[in-house]
């Protein structure tokens, strides 16, 4: 609580957390996206979302190694995430795609922990970083600083995130996906090869995330448990926003990140991860009561 | 109560006499037998809610956390023999895991389906992330709880017969439940909810005890674990969502979620591969686990006893319709 009354003594590190926290909230919305273009369209959800991240992460910092930078690290990373997507779904995911809910999300967890030992072992489990040499800009006679970094991750976020939704209503896969998830018999009727549309969704979720966890590796660390609080932050947000809200899911996980820096601010870095799991947990209760207002329960 | 035919209580019996002997054919084994047992408990009260009522849950593991770190709390606070603190702990422990469960339960268990799967999910790992901060019950750091009083070696077989006691308690308990109204009305949950609310049962209610009847083992088996395994590490032992959280699912679809004998036989089957894995496979038996666990979800989602009872449903107690042709001749 000493840093409660710190915050109201100093109101430049309200504005200071605020900005951060709205800096990392794009990337979330990034990872968040994805899962509810899998969800909508596929009607599953990928709890190995935040493994997808974490492998993005690891690809930027690979390149970075290799004397990339890690800014057109991003898109490498988002093509090769991309045919790891393509692959998961062609291998595993295919299997699960009309099978009961809790398959699917077992399923996933299954490849969420896979991915994240694998990573443990070809990695290593030491916390890794893309150094990308931009430097810090000061405002406000020093009181508030922003890592140039944050700036661009953001600006590219928006940037990718802008690129999947134009990709969506104006290629003719983009039209085919957006078909199937209206109505995937119909879309099948039509002629369209959902199974075909299936791998891109997929695979375009994979991309997204890696694009995001590109992002992640230059703007903080990467490490191989990373995972797992990533997609429990892009569920929330999705629950949140509900399915196909772009505004909507781009408002939640800017919330999302302002919350967590004041969270992680006052209540000491140590609950940070609590707080994101417990959140989650207040987030469904309220939605639950809600609706049992109206005798409605969460579908 | 019927009591069962001698014909059914071959197995038990062979199951009993292998448990009791065990320690004593293969006492360097103790402790991956004592493991055994663990796992059965874990499987079965997994199934009495992902396999019986439908709600499968991903955070159980929580009220194994809590017995566990209850549990060690009372062995350290209170001056007390050690048997009887122990003892006092476990009751403790599960009475504190029962607790949790019915206050949470009105909540967590009005969700549905997925959204249930993934805030029971959140609540395990939360739990784990609130205990590692927490410096009165050790922090990050964990808890050592107190040394056995007894000779070396005592221990394990000491805490190998008090889990398998537990498990031994556990089976009966809910296959008399299973076998009353409770059971017929989880099962009714699981299969039409609505439904079953509309036909007068008290849905939450029977929801919140199947949870706590859960929690109530759960929290006793904390109690032993804790003391078996000799250190409390919040997120690898107590609330350890990604290990003891996902084998106990996985073991109860491995054997057949919803059947009786299921969970015991997939968590057998799991831990001998599991203890397989670590002997042969050190360093990379995590990602073969992963592996596994995908297989046998992708592959298997209606387990042994769930193909074994669609291959011969006569053998399971089901009546089998005659096909029609046969029947109007």
Redesign the interface.
């Known amino acids: 609580m000493e840093n409660l009354r710190l915050l109201f003594a100093a109101p430049s590190l309200s504005l200071q957390l605020l900005l951060d926290g709205v800096l990392i909230g794009a990337i979330f919305a990034l990872a968040a996206y994805g899962m509810a273009l899998v969800w909508g369209v596929m009607g599953l959800?990928n709890v190995a979302q935040g493994e997808l991240v974490m492998l993005g992460g690891y690809a930027a910092y690979f390149l970075y190694r290799a004397g990339i930078h890690p800014l057109l690290g991003v898109p490498v990373a988002a093509i090769l995430l991309f045919i790891l997507g393509w692959a998961l779904y062609r291998v595993?995911v295919f299997?699960?795609v009309d099978?009961?809910?809790?398959?699917s999300?077992?399923?996933t967890?299954?490849?969420s922990?896979?991915?994240?030992?694998?990573a443990?072992?070809l990695f290593g489990a030491n916390v890794r970083t893309a150094e990308s040499g931009f430097g810090t800009l000061v405002l406000l006679d020093g009181a508030v600083t922003i890592s140039e970094i944050k700036l661009v991750a953001f600006a590219a976020a928006l940037l990718a995130g802008a690129a999947l939704i134009v990709f969506l209503k104006r290629s003719r896969m983009g039209q085919a996906i957006r078909a199937t998830s209206q109505n995937a018999r119909a879309a099948r009727v039509m002629g369209i090869d959902t199974d075909r549309v299936y791998a891109w969704t997929f695979g375009l979720n994979a991309a997204i995330c890696g694009a995001s966890g590109a992002l992640v590796a230059m703007t903080w660390i990467v490490h191989p448990y990373l995972g797992?609080p990533y997609t429990?932050r892009s569920?929330m947000i999705v629950?949140l926003a509900g399915l196909g809200n772009v505004f909507g899911v781009l408002a939640a996980a800017l919330g999302l990140g302002v919350a967590e820096n004041f969270a992680g601010f006052v209540l000491?870095a140590?609950?940070q991860?609590?707080f994101i799991?417990?959140l989650?947990?207040v987030i469904?209760?309220w939605r639950?009561?809600s609706l049992?207002r109206q005798r409605r329960?969460?579908? | 109560m019927k009591l069962p035919a001698p014909r059914e209580l071959l197995i038990p019996a062979v199951i009993l006499a292998f448990g009791l002997l065990a320690p004593v054919l293969a006492p360097s084994y103790r402790g991956q037998m004592a493991f055994l047992w663990v796992m059965i408990v874990f499987a079965l009260t997994w199934d009495l809610l992902g396999g019986q009522m439908g709600y499968n849950s991903f955070g159980n593991i929580l009220f194994f956390g809590v017995g566990m770190y209850a549990c060690v709390v009372v062995q350290r606070d209170l001056h007390l023999g050690y048997y009887a603190a122990l003892f006092l702990g476990m009751g403790v422990g599960a009475l504190l895991a029962v607790t949790v469960g019915a206050l949470i339960g009105s909540g967590l268990l009005g969700l549905r389906g997925h959204y249930f799967a993934i805030g029971t999910l959140g609540i395990g790992i939360a739990a784990g992330e609130l205990a590692s901060g927490w410096d009165f019950v050790g922090g990050g750091g964990g808890m050592v709880p107190p040394l056995f009083p007894g000779a070396v070696g005592g221990r394990e077989t000491f805490f190998y017969y008090l889990s398998f006691a537990l498990a031994v308690v556990t089976f009966p308990v809910l296959r008399f439940l299973y076998a009353g109204r409770f059971g017929l009305a989880i099962n009714a949950i699981r299969d039409d909810e609505d439904k079953a609310e509309a036909m007068g049962l008290r849905t939450t209610r029977y929801k919140t005890t199947a949870w706590c009847v859960s929690a109530f083992f759960l929290g006793l088996m904390g109690g032993v674990v804790g003391n078996l395994v000799g250190f409390i590490d919040p997120r690898e032992v107590a609330f350890a969502g990604s290990t003891f959280g996902v084998w106990m699912v996985l073991m109860a679809i491995l054997g057949g979620k919803g059947t009786l004998w299921g969970p015991v036989l997939g968590a057998a089957i799991f831990h001998v591969t599991k203890e397989l894995f670590w002997t042969y496979l050190l360093g990379w038996q995590r990602v073969a686990l992963g592996l596994l666990i995908v297989v046998i979800v992708v592959f298997f989602p209606r387990g042994i006893l769930g193909w074994a009872r669609e291959r011969w449903p006569e053998r399971f107690g089901q009546r089998v319709d005659e096909p029609a042709s046969e029947a109007g001749r």
């Open positions: 959800i595993v299997r699960v099978k009961d809910l809790f398959i999300i077992l399923a967890y299954g490849l922990i896979l991915l994240q030992q694998l443990n072992g797992l429990v569920f629950i000491g140590e609950y991860a609590a799991f417990g989650l947990v469904l209760v639950r009561f049992a329960y969460l579908t």
